[in-house]
Structures are given as C-alpha cells and as structure tokens.
C-alpha cells in the first residue's frame, strides 16, 4: 500500500529561522503531491501542491516544495518564518488510479518570537 | 457559511451507543471524503462518493461503519456498538469534481468523538 512518511513529527525554530520539512512517500509511479496545513483551531488547508512539470513549486505565504523523484521526496521549505507559520503540516499523496488522498503523520511547526 | 459544515462539532458517548455525524459539503462539490484523524496522527481515509454513490469505501475499518449521502449533497457518517478506539476527529472534506483535476479537498472543522 501507498504511504507517506514525515520523519520530523516537532520542530521548534526562532522567527527567521529557515524550515525544511521532510516528506518521502512510497509508490514508483506517477503521483499527485500535496502540502496541506491546519493552523491552531482552524480546519486542514491546502499550501502547494505537484501534478507535473517544473519540479519546484510555490505556494501561498512564501512557502515553496521540490519534488525530487530519484528520492520519492517532496520536502517543503520556507528561507524565513514567521511566528504565525505555527501550525501542523500535513504531505500527501494522490496516486493514478485511487481517488483520494494518503496523508503523512504530520509535522508541528513552533515558531517562537 | 461557503465552507464544509460538519455537525455536532463534539460529541461524547458510551461505549456500544450508535452515532451519526453529519456534513454538509460545499454547494456543487460532487466530491465529498470521510477521514479520521487519532491524536497525533494524519488524517486516515475511510470512504469518498462522487455523487450518491461511494466510490471507495476502502478505508472504513469494519461494518460497524457505514455512510450514506442519499441525494449527493449532505452525508451522514454512521458508526453502530462504538468502541473507545474509535474516539478521534473525524474530518469531512468535499472536492469539485474529480480530485484528480484541481487536486484540493476543502475541509470542515471536524466532529471530535469520544467513546467513554
């Protein structure tokens, strides 16, 4: 079965610190990547997402992912926090033929002041 | 509202009591997922319709669930003779369309279940 592993489960930084969170999932073929994000008391949102074509992609509030397939990674990186980056961080998968999303464990982003 | 509704936002029960949680998708997302969410976990996939009909219902973990979304829109997620390890967060999402196309799930803010 497809999976989604996110190896750093709470990460703490200072504000203006670099992230990069890591994301590695399980399948050979062609996938469907996706960071989602829940900030505290608030429902799952999309951040980025890969379907194809360039490999690094952007998504909203300075927050960017690479998609390297060599690896079976998808890690996502910020070069500056803010403190109101404080949230969980969510990677997951879409594979061909199934019609949903697998998601990762789940990273907790502190971000102290 | 324009978002995904889910309804009762808590609910705490007793072990072997049957519930319903319901949600109610975003008007003309024919998409809509189940998932559940336990402490510290990711969201785990339980089943998805497109339209009336679930199109995979690989996920649910036993026949003690089951979900319905008779005429496409609101869906009812039923859960028979609960069990504390079925206690978690369960998430409703909703999709236009095929998630294959956008690739976004919208998001309700969840019913927390607790089986006492």
């Known amino acids: 079965a497809q999976s989604v592993s996110q190896h750093n489960h709470h990460v703490i930084l200072s504000e203006a610190a670099s992230l990069e969170l890591g994301c590695n999932y399980s399948?050979?073929?062609?996938?469907?990547l996706f960071w989602y994000v829940q900030y505290p008391g608030q429902h799952l949102q999309l951040l980025l997402k890969y379907f194809s074509g360039d490999p690094l992609v952007k998504g909203i509030k300075g927050f960017e992912a690479e998609f390297i397939k060599s690896k079976f990674s998808f890690n996502l990186r910020k070069p500056s926090v803010q403190w109101s980056d404080t949230a969980e961080y969510f990677c997951a998968v879409k594979t061909p033929r199934a019609d949903k999303l697998i998601f990762g464990t789940g990273t907790r982003l502190q971000v102290f002041p | 509202g324009a978002g995904v509704s889910q309804t009762p936002s808590n609910k705490v029960t007793e072990k072997g009591k049957y519930v319903e949680l319901r949600c109610d998708p975003i008007s003309g997302h024919t998409a809509l997922y189940w998932y559940r969410q336990s402490l510290g976990q990711g969201p785990e996939f339980l089943i998805y319709f497109q339209g009336t009909g679930a199109a995979d219902d690989s996920g649910l973990p036993n026949d003690r669930f089951f979900a319905v979304r008779p005429e496409g829109s609101v869906s009812t997620l039923k859960i028979q003779r609960t069990e504390r390890g079925d206690s978690a967060v369960y998430l409703c999402?909703?999709?236009?369309?095929?998630?294959?196309?956008?690739?976004?799930?919208?998001f309700g803010e969840g019913s927390r279940l607790t089986v006492l």
């Open positions: 999402a909703s999709s236009l369309g095929y998630i294959g196309l956008t690739g976004e799930l919208f």
């Open positions: 399948y050979g073929g062609t996938v469907n």
